[in-house]
């Protein structure tokens, strides 16, 4: 067992005679049953879970049945970041943005978490981009960029980016002015039950000539008086009133009943599934950038990818670690590649590579996504071949899986799989080589006849 995993799990003490699992686990957090949440994702961390460290940091992080101590949350954080556990880039990213309770600030190192983190979708890695960004955090402002990042949680159905994002469109600030824009993200923000939202687009409604709606203001200060019982419940009470006198009492019954059947949507609901998919990611240097994601497959020997995309819940990875049963896993993974989600295999394969540590397995994951024509799986396969990562390295294998990918129109690869041919051919030897070119030339044939039927197909 990793070392730094054993010390961490013991540095408390913590006495339980019976262990469950980590559905336990989580089920004990979930209902604040602290002790023995604690206990559970102890023992499972002296096992060598993963999960269970980022749940540890984030107890101790927040204080939950434990004497809040945020400096062993990091290192809880930092070791579970090391296994490529990518959450817990997020929750160290956010630490080191700022400083807390006796961790000093690490700007540099936080926004190359962040960064990680959303890669991997985490929207609220995303919005924390987008605030340092737009403050100038280890720079100066860059509004554009605050733009992409918020744009990017946004989507994701982050109600604090949303809510940004419109007040951007609002002045024209990193986005061209539009004010109907602004009204969409506003009231995506606020109808997810975020109260500056709220307040903000009751205002707006009210007073800017461009969006004035009074009704729509009636409305908005009717929910923030219903759902608040402070000062900003009572204020909304009262400006309430005030706009009801310059409504038709017909039209204000009608308003009423609309308002009453109010409820907060889900950050899902906030936004078109169509818009999601259809809206291009924004390309924002030192982040999503070609030469930035082809350094860090350099560096990482993987890329983040976003399991949402793929409909695979964190704790069903998580599970499947602690349990070593992967069936319900394996199973998201086949259904996402049904779907025509053939990225799915090659991130199964860093999955079972770099966390679950069963190269064996990961090979057979980047082969089915490379039999998909999967760039990514095949430059990932290449390598196994290369590195010999389930066996003695296999140069020619090697070097047929790059050729094939060779031509990948993809500029995150090719630069790497161009220098990869250029040091296997150095290496190799003349028989290597050739039937390294046998196989590409067998697979691209492969591809041409399948290509041939799907067009007989097409024609009935």
Partial sequence: MDKKILLLATALTVVSPVFAGLPEALMSLNYKQYTTALAEFQNLAEQGNVASLFYLGRMYQNGWGVLKNVPLAVNYFKAADESFYLPAAAQLGKIWLYGSDGVAANPTAAIHLLKKAALAGDAEAAFELGNASLSGLGGDPDFNHAFGFYLIAALKG??????????????????????????????????????????????QLENNPK????????????????????????????????????????????????????SPKTPEESVPEEERRNTPTPIIPDFNDPKTLQQILLQEGSLPQDTQEF?????????????????????????ALKRGKIKAAAYYGDLLYKRFHDPEEAVKWYQTGADSNDAYAQYQLAR?????????????????????????????????????????????????????????????????????????????
């Fill in 158 to 203: 982050d109600k604090k980016a949303q809510f940004q994002l419109s007040q951007m469109y609002l002045v024209g600030r990193g986005v061209p002015q539009n004010h109907q824009k602004a009204l969409t993200w506003m009231t995506r923000s606020a109808n997810q039950g975020y109260v500056r939202a709220q307040l903000e687009l009751a205002h």
């Fill in 311 to 335: 409909g695979l819940a964190t704790e069903t990875v998580d599970i499947a670690e602690a349990t070593g049963d992967r069936l319900a896993l394996t199973n998201a993974i086949q259904k």
């Fill in 384 to 460: 196994s071949y290369c590195e010999g990562w389930a066996g003695a390295p296999d140069a020619a294998r090697c070097y047929g899986w790059l050729l094939t990918t060779s031509e990948t129109p993809d500029p995150v690869l090719n630069g790497l799989i161009q220098q990869a041919l250029l040091t296997v051919r150095a290496n190799a030897s003349p028989d290597e080589i050739e039937r390294g070119e046998a196989q590409a030339e067998a697979f691209k044939k492969k591809e041409a006849k399948k290509e041939k039927q799907k067009k007989l197909f097409d024609l009935f």
């Fill in 211 to 262: 969006l004035k709606n009074l009704s729509g203001a009636y409305a908005w200060n009717s929910i923030l008086a219903a759902y608040n019982s402070d000062v900003i419940g009572a204020k909304a009470a009262q400006k309430r009133d005030e706009l009801a006198l310059n409504i038709k009492q017909k039209n204000l019954q009608e308003y009423q009943t609309t308002i009453r059947s109010w």
